[in-house]
């Protein structure tokens, strides 16, 4: 397999913290496979400008809640045609509202491809890394995963699950050698948070001893590193990326 081309796959990969993370291993001399559900457009843009910077990537349309479509673009894009050596596990939805107010079809669809999703994903890497005795996985969580926060709970719930799927499966693979990590986010520059209120934005610097909102590319250095040489013995852990925020 070392003939294969050397590829960093990384789910939702079209914008925000997952275009970061894509961009980045491309400089790192992956070749970057990237996914998204919509806006195929802003995937291509993704490509193109890392075909441009000199390096090479692909995007999918792919449903990260869907398992058998995700058996399917293992089998089809990965087994055997390509050496997985780096997984981002990135694709995300919110669906807030207060608890008592949620709607189970909330609730569930959150959970479906929050968590659910990273599964799967993680699974048929998994079963490819395996038999390569090598792999770097890097899930994507959340600081309120670890702290919680009001109105998102199905949201919470799928990112503290996500910690947790994060250690069992780096006690399982780390016989082949293969290492599973997780990155939690703190409050990011994205286009989700530039819609906020700025009285909203106040008051979560007033908790971020750094006094400013992080960057994708904070988010995509941590992914490198621990996609990088330099993490072989790094496995199993959470690493906080929020500018001192704790709970």
């Keep these: 397999m070392s003939d294969l081309p050397k590829v960093a796959l990384v789910t939702g990969g079209s914008r925000g913290i997952g275009r970061a993370c894509a961009e980045r291993l491309a400089k790192d001399g992956f070749e970057v496979y990237l996914t998204y559900v919509s806006r195929p457009e802003?995937?291509?843009?993704?490509?193109?400008?890392?075909?441009?910077?000199?390096?090479?990537?692909?995007?999918?349309?792919l449903d990260a809640s869907n398992r058998e479509a995700m058996t399917a673009f293992f089998a089809e894009e990965i087994k055997d045609k390509v050496s997985l050596e780096v997984l981002v596990n990135n694709a995300g939805i919110?669906?807030?509202?207060?608890?008592?107010?949620?709607?189970?079809?909330?609730?569930?669809?959150?959970?479906?491809?929050?968590?659910?999703?990273?599964?799967?994903?993680?699974?048929?890497?998994?079963?490819?890394?395996?038999?390569?005795?090598?792999?770097?996985?890097?899930?994507?969580?959340?600081?309120?995963?670890?702290?919680?926060?009001?109105?998102?709970?199905?949201?919470?719930?799928?990112?503290?699950?996500?910690?947790?799927?994060?250690?069992?499966?780096?006690?399982?693979?780390?016989?082949?050698?293969?290492?599973?990590?997780a990155v939690t986010p703190g409050f990011i520059q994205t286009d989700m948070t530039a819609e906020l209120p700025e009285a909203i934005v106040s008051k979560m610097l007033e908790n971020i001893p750094l006094g400013r909102l992080g960057g994708p590319e904070d988010i995509a250095s941590a992914v490198s590193f621990l996609a990088g040489e330099g993490a072989g013995y790094v496995t199993g852990q959470i690493l906080a990326v929020n500018g001192g925020m704790y709970m």
Excluded: H
């Excluded at 600081?143 to 069992?168: F, P, R």
């Design 42 to 61: 802003e995937a291509e843009k993704v490509v193109a400008a890392i075909n441009e910077a000199g390096g090479e990537a692909k995007a999918f349309r």
């Design 94 to 181: 919110t669906k807030d509202g207060l608890l008592i107010r949620m709607k189970d079809e909330d609730w569930d669809r959150v959970i479906q491809v929050n968590l659910t999703g990273a599964f799967a994903c993680l699974r048929e890497a998994a079963k490819i890394m395996v038999k390569q005795r090598r792999g770097r996985i890097v899930n994507i969580a959340s600081v309120v995963g670890q702290m919680g926060n009001a109105g998102q709970a199905n949201y919470v719930a799928a990112k503290a699950g996500l910690i947790g799927l994060t250690k069992s499966a780096a006690r399982e693979l780390a016989s082949r050698g293969i290492t599973v990590n």
